[in-house]
């Protein structure tokens, strides 16, 4: 599977951003799809994921303010950012995660860069 993330920018605080995740096949095969994020000197961390059975998981700090959504006729995943924080500046990355044969394989996207102004 290869995914391909656009729709990162520079945006002031408080503004919003949405995120797009295009997936080189139907989606309707991947188990869970989403986000993480990285910014400079720090882990990846999670952001959203979204199941095929469109099951939601966020976190805590993403809760109330960004929504993942699944497009299954575009192949793609969505993230709607709201009310950004600068602390929220990060090369956010595509997520994917796929059972063939009983085993689970993971596949990242190339990372798009979100920068939130103060």
């Known amino acids: 599977v290869q995914l391909q993330a656009s729709g990162g920018g520079l945006v002031q605080a408080g503004g919003s951003l949405r995120l797009s995740c295009a997936a080189s096949e139907s989606i309707f095969g991947i188990d869970v799809m989403g986000w993480y994020r990285q910014a400079p000197g720090k882990q990846r961390e999670l952001v959203a994921l979204?199941?095929?059975?469109?099951?939601?998981n966020y976190a805590d700090s993403a809760k109330g303010r960004f929504t993942i959504s699944r497009d299954n006729a575009k192949n793609t995943v969505n993230l709607q950012m709201n009310s950004l924080k600068p602390e929220e500046t990060s090369v956010y990355y595509c997520?994917?995660?796929?059972?063939?044969?009983?085993?689970?394989?993971?596949?990242w996207g190339q990372g798009t860069q979100v920068t939130v102004s103060s």
């Open positions: 979204i199941t095929s059975g469109g099951r939601t």
């Open positions: 997520y994917a995660r796929k059972t063939i044969l009983a085993q689970q394989y993971e596949y």
